[in-house]
T-cell receptor
Framework: NAGVMQNPRHLVRRRGQEARLRCSPM?????VYWYRQLPEEGLKFMVY????????ESGMPKERFSAEFPKEGPSILRIQQVVRGDSAAYFC??????????????FGEGSWLTVV | KNEVEQSPQNLTAQEGEFITINCSYS?????LHWLQQHPGGGIVSLFM???GKKKHGRLIATINIQEKHSSLHITASHPRDSAVYIC???????????FGTGTSLTVIP
């Protein structure tokens, strides 16, 4: 049973380009979370999605960032017009149901975005 | 003030030593998680607990709900235990995880 799969693992983008990060949750998991880890900082919540729905995006920057989790296919975190400050590790996690109920959460390996 | 505080931030130990990492939190939780992150690598969930104590190999995690405190212990530490250990709590009022800033552990042979 494959774990949470993220790709690409490493992505380099020039300022102003778009970055797309993909996350396939564990089989049977319908809840996906995205977290960002800035250099020398801890993990920060960005967005929580269920299939076709954004449940909580309170951690997402208001501009340039968007996320989706379509009915078919992986969840995608999209960053438009990237800036150097977007350079970070982006982690995806999945759970079978809401973390509020105390389910174990499984993390992907992370996607490292470098903006040059 | 962060919802989750960890101590120490950095820890160096000799191989074989008993290690304790502490975590305090200030929010109501449904569960507390201990995570391990290797340099340049992904994150592995070590424990999820909502009460009492859990043990897995040389790792032991305890939680005191009344005191809002948890500890992660590593017995007979080994260089391969060198990693960042992160305490995280899942809030019982929302959808979020709150993370500590992590404890960077280095075990010297």
């Amino acid at each position: 049973n494959a774990g949470v799969m993220q790709n690409p693992r490493h992505l380099v983008r020039r300022r102003g380009q778009e970055a797309r990060l993909r996350c396939s949750p564990m089989k049977g998991h319908s809840h996906v979370y995205w977290y960002r880890q800035l250099p020398e900082e801890g993990l920060k919540f960005m967005v929580y999605l269920q299939k076709e729905n954004i449940i909580d995006e309170s951690g997402m920057p208001k501009e340039r960032f968007s996320a989706e989790f379509p009915k078919e296919g992986p969840s995608i975190l999209r960053i438009q017009q990237v800036v150097r400050g977007d350079s970070a590790a982006y982690f995806c996690a999945s759970s079978p149901s809401r973390t509020k109920t105390g389910n174990t959460i499984y993390f992907g390996e992370g996607s490292w975005l470098t903006v040059v | 003030k962060n919802e989750v505080e960890q101590s120490p931030q950095n820890l160096t130990a000799q191989e074989g030593e008993f290690i304790t990492i502490n975590c305090s939190y200030s929010v109501g939780i449904s569960a507390l998680h201990w995570l391990q992150q290797h340099p340049g690598g992904g994150i592995v969930s070590l424990f999820m607990l909502s009460s009492g104590k859990k043990k897995h190999g040389r790792l032991i995690a305890t939680i005191n709900i009344q005191e809002k405190h948890s500890s992660l212990h590593i017995t007979a530490s080994h260089p391969r235990d060198s990693a960042v250990y992160i305490c995280a709590v899942s809030s019982n009022t929302g959808n979020q995880f709150y993370f500590g800033t992590g404890t960077s552990l280095t075990v010297i042979p």
